[in-house]
């Protein structure tokens, strides 16, 4: 109200005022039609719509208006913005990108790709969150037949999606389906991986499609080096295991396990073949292991080779707890027949506390409890579970 009198005042004064000559033809012109002026226009306050609309903070809204210092008016924003249906979220991240993004032609660009992401089945907020993570792809026509090629080779969207966030998704939207992308699965499904295999693998490490071929089958010979072989079910985390890391550094992880776990080169080799996941694992990770199984729980490093699963469950959510109530109920009688350590921990949570917590629930009524205190990783090591046996 108050910029509207404002304005009154001043076409007020303008329009009584008989000394200003030059102002007659506008007082003309506003004596017919009665609309307001602005002398002075006010210019577009691109801080101010990328803050209250496009959901940027304050310390980034200058930083992108200076890309967008041409713009005069919200309606090319808001066109594109609304056309392509974005939350708050997904707004917010892109412009933070790429506000330019804001300019993009909403007739000649973003319409007919959203138009053909729709006819391959995506809904509106999937094309909202592909446009989020890859804004700049989405202003060539080129998405569509990409797309088109890569939603069965993933089988969804969402899984799709799990790719590009992994990494950089000009991987895989860059790259030339034709003379990369293609040869590459052709010699996945040669290896004897389904399309659910290749899937997963690519959610993994999806610059495994946009490389030489010549490079994805040295990654093949690798993986058949350590001794699985293709068709195998463990070909797909064999291939993923090593892939983009070099003979050396393989050579380097052998040698750390070997020493780590005290094991023969046939140990190791079949410990990598039942878990090949173990060449990812940090060195810290598996010094911790070792420590704890071999040398507190008293594993023996032949038995971690042929389980080697052992290595990969979490330290403080599952090693630990679980050895703690195996000991307890041992060193108090209260566990029939010689549960080992390995069937303890591959138990799901659910069937862990209905064998091993509930049946003790009168003999060790604080078990549940400390069970329940180990797993948020607060035991100290000199831990003792509480013990109150009722004797009858």
Known sequence: MLGLRLRECILSHILSSPSKAAFSPLRRLLSATGAPVFLNPISFAVEDYLVGTCGLTRPQAPKASKKLSHL???TNPDNVLAGLGLSGADAAAIVA??????????????????????RLGLSSPEIGRLVSVVHKQC???????????????????????RALQRSSYSYLLSSDLDKLVKPNVAFLRECGLGACDIAKLC????????????RVRAMAACAERLGVRRGSGMFRLALQAVAFLSEEKIAAKLDYLKNTFRWSDAQVSIAVRKYPNLLGKSKESLKRRSEFLVSKVGVEPVYIAHRPTLLSYSMEGRLRPRYYVIKFLKENGLLD???????????TEKVFMEKLISPHKEAAPHLAEDYATACKGEVPTNFIFRWTRNRL
């Open 139 to 161: 202003r060539y026509r080129s998405i569509i037949s990409k797309m088109q090629y890569y939603l069965p080779l993933f089988g969804s969207c969402h899984n799709f999606l």
């Open 203 to 214: 959610i993994r490490e999806p610059r495994i499609l946009a490389i030489n071929p010549e």
């Open 72 to 74: 005069k008016s919200p």
């Open 337 to 347: 027949g010689d549960l080992s350590f390995f069937t303890a921990v591959k138990m």
């Open 97 to 118: 990108k790429d506000p330019q993004f804001l300019c993009a032609s909403v007739d000649k660009t973003l319409s007919p790709v959203v138009a053909g992401l729709t």
